[in-house]
């Protein structure tokens, strides 16, 4: 299998990943992104009363994708979610990921592109899904819609090419549409999702993503 761990190079070089870890937490509030779990009923009858559209939660590992020049090279990184503490002062001994040789990637997206995804494991393949982006080429999207942010994020994709790693963008349906990706679209998908999760601005519940239309 190819596992993103055996596929990447990691850093070792305690300033370079300070470097990238100041840039996260710069950048982003990693307070508004965290996961809830919904509670009660009330949280379904305001996806059912508003404007969302939603996507399906695959079963995977959350990555925030950097690309950045550092030491005047351009480099991405890839760095796991679950590891970063809300406060970068607490963070010790994280992991992150580094991809050294880059082909054909236009290099304005190292001018600061960070998106955030899903890595899934499917037979021998590593898929790097996007489900958003919060800056390209140094440009602020975090208070962008969801829905005009995705067209970006596909331009992006058609210009990465790295081996092992196949770059997918996630798919999303409007909130009527609901009954057609849990009947159709993911009970006969041979792929692991492990439920639907729901996004509310930032913050997130594990049935599925909303997000304002």
């Known amino acids: 299998m190819n596992n993103i761990n055996n596929i990447t190079n990691k850093v070792t070089n305690s300033f370079e990943k300070k470097y990238v870890l100041d840039i996260i937490y710069k950048h982003i509030n990693l307070n508004l992104i965290k996961y809830n779990i919904i509670q009660n009923i009330n949280s379904l009858s305001q996806i059912k009363e508003s404007s969302y559209i939603v996507t399906p939660h695959y079963h995977g590992y959350n990555y925030f994708f950097l690309m950045i020049n550092y030491n005047f090279e351009n480099k991405i990184y890839i760095v796991s979610k679950k590891d970063l503490k809300y406060n970068n002062y607490y963070n010790d001994n994280i992991n992150i990921n580094t991809i050294d040789y880059i082909n054909n990637i236009d290099t304005k997206y190292f001018n600061f592109t960070i998106l955030e995804g899903k890595i899934i494991y499917n037979k021998n393949s590593c898929i790097f899904i996007f489900n958003d982006i919060f800056y390209l080429s140094g440009k602020n999207l975090l208070s962008d819609k969801i829905d005009n942010k995705l067209p970006l994020i596909n331009i992006l994709i058609n210009s990465l090419s790295i081996n092992n790693i196949l770059f997918k963008i996630i798919n999303i349906y409007k909130i009527n549409m609901l009954n057609e990706l849990i009947f ?15 996004k509310k601005t930032r913050k997130r519940k594990t049935w599925f993503s909303k997000f304002k239309s």
Do not use: L, V
């Open 184 to 198: 159709n679209k993911i009970k006969k998908s041979n792929r692991k999702r492990r439920f639907i999760k729901k």
